[in-house]
């Protein structure tokens, strides 16, 4: 199923990305396309984090949306589109909307990475001072309206290029350095 990834990275290379633990908070448009990106890459461990359901609204812009779908969790739909891509993927699915209350429940587990597709500027902000302290590597994509904010955060939690990434929007060529990311790091 991976011969062309083997052909650009190598085995070795797709062996790491296979063996990384990605939290993916966000499951609508950006955060669908990372999923669909990190599934098809290689990962075989994901979890993935969403409370809504999916709207009509949805299906022009988010990839697990579509017209027999309507009114079901993202969560759900994104189990199945995954298990249908590759079976044997571990798929883990919270579905519950992050709060500054309930934001430990994504650190039950020991990630690799966490994908912040979210629409909540605190919940954020939680997640680059938690990920700080965790040494967990934060890819967050933001709209442009919060970009400015975002970034702040991060050079007031100190945290450094190596390990931060901050992306628009649509713009997923910051998706192909995280991959690069995965595969050449341990």
Same mark, same amino acid.
């Given at each position: 199923?991976?011969?062309?990834?083997?052909?650009?990275?190598?085995?070795?290379?797709?062996?790491?990305?296979?063996?990384?633990?990605?939290?993916?908070?966000?499951?609508?448009? %950006?955060?669908?396309?990372?999923?669909?990106?990190?599934?098809?890459?290689g990962?075989? *461990?994901?979890?993935?984090?969403?409370?809504?359901?999916?709207?009509?609204?949805?299906?022009?812009?988010?990839?697990v949306?579509?017209?027999? *779908?309507?009114?079901?969790? #993202? %969560?759900?739909?994104?189990?199945?589109?995954?298990?249908?891509? *590759?079976?044997?993927?571990? %798929?883990? #699915?919270?579905n519950e909307?992050?709060?500054?209350?309930?934001i430990?429940?994504?650190?039950?587990?020991n990630?690799?990475?966490?994908?912040?597709?979210?629409d909540?500027v605190? %919940?954020?902000?939680?997640?680059?001072?938690?990920?700080?302290?965790k040494?967990?590597?934060?890819?967050?994509?933001?709209?442009?309206?919060?970009?400015?904010?975002?970034?702040?955060?991060?050079v007031?939690?100190g945290?450094?290029?190596? *390990?931060?990434?901050?992306?628009?929007?649509?713009?997923?060529?910051?998706?192909?350095y995280?991959?690069?990311?995965?595969?050449?790091?341990s």
């Amino acid at each position: 199923m991976y011969e062309r990834t083997l052909a650009l990275i190598g085995e070795d290379s797709l062996n790491k990305i296979k063996r990384k633990n990605i939290l993916v908070l966000g499951t609508g448009g %950006v955060g669908g396309y990372a999923i669909e990106t990190l599934v098809r890459s290689g990962i075989q *461990n994901i979890t993935i984090v969403d409370y809504d359901k999916i709207d009509y609204s949805n299906i022009n812009r988010q990839v697990v949306a579509n017209s027999n *779908n309507i009114g079901n969790y #993202k %969560v759900n739909e994104w189990e199945k589109r995954i298990k249908e891509i *590759n079976k044997d993927i571990k %798929v883990k #699915k919270i579905n519950e909307k992050i709060t500054k209350d309930n934001i430990n429940i994504l650190f039950e587990d020991n990630y690799d990475y966490i994908i912040d597709a979210c629409d909540t500027v605190i %919940v954020k902000k939680l997640l680059i001072k938690l990920c700080k302290e965790k040494n967990i590597n934060l890819l967050t994509v933001c709209g442009t309206g919060i970009i400015e904010a975002i970034t702040s955060l991060f050079v007031l939690f100190g945290f450094s290029e190596e *390990n931060t990434h901050i992306t628009f929007p649509l713009i997923f060529s910051s998706l192909i350095y995280f991959l690069r990311d995965l595969a050449i790091g341990s």
